[in-house]
């Protein structure tokens, strides 16, 4: 199947009409149920944040089916150094859910299942998805049930997914930890703002999420049997709009000591962060957002040398950057008591050779001299 | 030779202002008051990695290890409780601690350096003896076998790199951690040491009356070209060597060089070992040979 957005993109690669970034694929006539069969079909084994399964960044094929299988598990997690629990709900069992990665104009087929050691119904809503409230209207299940949802990837870019399964339930549920976030890249792959292709050697997805724990009458926080046990205090805590938790990656710590991002000098790396329910600012400690795609929608050009960047509550952005300096970069929401107090910190160790033209030590430090 | 490795001027001041004044003011003392049970420490030499951050060479360098030797002292044999400083909050000259109300017999948490001095003060104030904070070189001598000193290793980091060493210090402090363990004991839960000094190293870190120094070393790494000291910052010892803003009362949040940060701060005393008769005598009339009087 050759379509006329096929041809146009292959004229933009030639340079004939550059400034064309993408051709919306919305714009095609709809395919049908046997087309759709005919495509390939691939099937993709989740891995947990901060990591990301393999992808190619170009799409050395047309359009596929692309399947995906998402076990919900709710279950307690602990979320700081104290031992707070929380009783979580999770797409397949971490917070964030899994980072799916897909090409414009491929079909997103996937299997959730609510397996019968869960307590609640739970639904998925894909942010890149449209209609069905995203897919939230025909995905509600309960425990003991799986369903098969699949959707067109019209637009590229980071999209935010969460459960939605109506009323309190949605943001409880998303502040419980049901959220994720799915990158669909355009088939020839990142550009910058001239049209040309931008790569990434490693990419790293943070999942960032605040959490609401009630406390006890001493000031501890409170641990819970059970979810509905949890949920009353939890609303009221939630309606004061104060997180006690501002983290990264389900915990605080999460993205630390043994589990820190690595790097090496020369590397480009690819950051997703998303936040399904709060505004956040990234910001690297010691580095910068080369290409910076703030509201995470590659049919933009990206913003370029960014210090921080805004994330809105409910969305998912990436930044691009290459790291030309070794140490440890942390990596933070810039509201540093956010990032210090309650935890949105990660780290980056970035291992190569020091560049003194960058910067030097030039004197170190020492008493004033007294003349 | 730097006076800061041994520190000889400041180092006999605080041994010996305390004395001249306990000899002019004989039986001042509340002799109602239970003494706190205490562990005599001989006249001992150590090697002592000292205290601080050091530079030589522009970089940053290894703390050196000096072989100090420390005059006999005592100290007491467990931290102070939580009900002894409760006596001092009771009396207006302690402010309350950040520790958990209880009954049972724990070491006084949640204080920082500020209460910890304010305590010392009182203490020494109430019973007429000259108690006060141990220096770090007091609180390593006491420790002994359990004293854990610096956390870091010391290695030969690029000198054209510095992430070189900043890495290896993150990788350190992350395999240095572990779960964080801050529920006070009862005194006495972590045993005593070779020479009866009980709980050090447990999960209370100790203030020490010794200040923050940066120092420059000079090429030969033998001596010290110059020296900032920040009494704004203090030396704990525990079960590894912290250093912390003197206001800070939760260990957690007073940053921490390496491994899990102090789970508790808390404190003991130390007095110096009564003087001969002669020696006193000797203090009080001819207090120029005293080199405290000369400091
Ligand atoms: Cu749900």
Redesign the interface.
């Given at each position: 199947m050759f379509t006329r957005r096929q041809a146009l993109l292959g004229a933009a690669a030639a340079g004939v009409l550059a400034p064309v970034l993408t051709m919306p694929a919305r714009a095609t006539a709809p395919a049908s149920e046997a087309e759709i069969a005919a495509l390939p079909r691939r099937k993709v084994t989740l891995v947990a944040p901060p990591f990301v399964h393999a992808h190619e960044q170009v799409a050395s094929t047309g359009p596929a089916v692309i399947e995906f299988t998402m076990p919900i598990v709710e279950k307690p997690m602990v979320i700081d150094?104290?031992?707070t629990m929380l009783q979580g709900m999770t797409f397949n069992g971490s917070i964030p859910g899994p980072l799916m990665v897909v090409h414009e104009g491929d079909y997103v087929e996937l299997t959730l299942i609510n397996p019968e050691t869960n307590t609640m119904p739970h639904n998925i809503d894909f942010h890149a998805a449209t209609g069905g409230l995203g897919g939230g209207a025909l995905t509600l299940v309960n425990p003991g049930e799986q369903v098969k949802l699949r959707f067109k990837a019209t637009r590229t870019g980071t999209f935010v997914y969460h459960c939605a399964p109506g009323g309190p339930m949605i943001p409880w549920h998303v502040v419980s930890g049901m959220h994720g976030t799915i990158m669909i890249l355009p088939r020839d792959g990142l550009k910058n703002e001239k049209g040309e292709a931008l790569a990434y050697d490693r990419i790293y997805y943070i999942g960032e999420n605040e959490f609401y724990i009630p406390r006890d009458a001493?000031g501890n926080f409170k641990t819970y049997e059970s979810h509905g046990d949890s949920y009353a205090d939890t609303l009221e805590v939630m309606k004061g709009l104060v997180p006690t938790h501002v983290v990264f990656n389900g915990a605080k710590g999460a993205l630390?000591?043994?589990n820190?991002m690595t790097a090496n000098v020369g590397e480009t790396v690819l950051i997703v962060h998303s936040q399904a329910n709060r505004d956040t600012r990234p910001h690297l400690i010691g580095g910068h957002g080369d290409y910076v795609w703030e509201q995470g929608k590659f049919a933009n050009p990206p913003a370029k040398d960014l210090e921080t960047w805004f994330i809105r509550g409910g969305s998912a952005g990436a930044a691009l950057y290459t790291f030309r300096?070794?140490?440890?970069y942390a990596y933070v929401n810039h509201n540093l008591i956010e990032a210090v107090e309650l935890g949105a910190t990660a780290?980056f160790?970035?291992?190569?050779?020091?560049n003194?033209d960058l910067m030097k030590?030039v004197?170190?430090?020492?008493?004033i001299p007294l003349n | 030779m730097p006076t800061r490795f041994l520190d000889a001027a400041a180092f006999a001041a605080a041994v010996l202002l305390p004395l001249a004044a306990s000899v002019l003011s004989p039986g001042s003392g509340d002799q109602t008051r239970a003494a706190e049970a205490v562990v005599q420490v001989p006249a001992s030499e150590m090697d002592f990695p000292l205290p601080g951050e050091f530079l030589r060479n522009s970089r940053p360098a290894p703390s050196p290890m000096v072989r100090i030797e420390v005059p006999s002292f005592e100290i007491m044999r467990r931290q102070v409780g939580l009900a002894a400083y409760g006596e001092c909050v009771a009396a207006g000259a302690c402010e309350a601690a950040d520790a958990p109300q209880t009954e049972a017999d724990v070491p006084v948490t949640g204080v920082s350096w500020i209460d910890a001095d304010a305590y010392a003060r009182w203490y020494a104030g109430v019973t007429g003896e000259p108690w006060r904070l141990p220096t770090a070189e007091e609180m390593a001598i006491a420790a002994a076998e359990r004293f854990a000193g610096e956390a870091f290793s010391v290695a030969a980091d690029d000198p054209a790199n510095p992430a070189v060493g900043w890495i290896r210090r993150y990788r350190e402090e992350a395999g240095a951690r572990r779960p964080p363990d801050p529920a006070p004991r009862p005194r006495g839960h972590y045993g005593p040491n070779s020479l009866g000094l009980e709980d050090f190293g447990g999960n209370v870190w100790e203030w020490t009356a010794t200040c923050y120094d940066r120092t420059t070393l000079d090429p030969t790494g033998e001596g010290a070209e110059g020296m900032t000291r920040n009494c704004g910052v203090r030396v704990l010892e525990g079960r590894h060597r912290a250093f912390m803003s003197t206001f800070i009362r939760d260990g957690r949040s007073g940053g921490c060089a390496v491994g899990t940060p102090p789970e508790n701060l808390g404190f003991r005393l130390v007095r110096d070992v009564r003087p001969s008769l002669v020696a006193r005598l000797r203090a009080f009339f001819f207090p120029q040979s005293d080199p405290a009087a000369r400091a």
């Open positions: 150094e104290d031992g001493d630390t000591g043994d820190a300096q070794p140490g440890i780290h160790v970035v291992e190569g050779d020091w003194d030590q004197e170190a430090p020492g008493p | -």
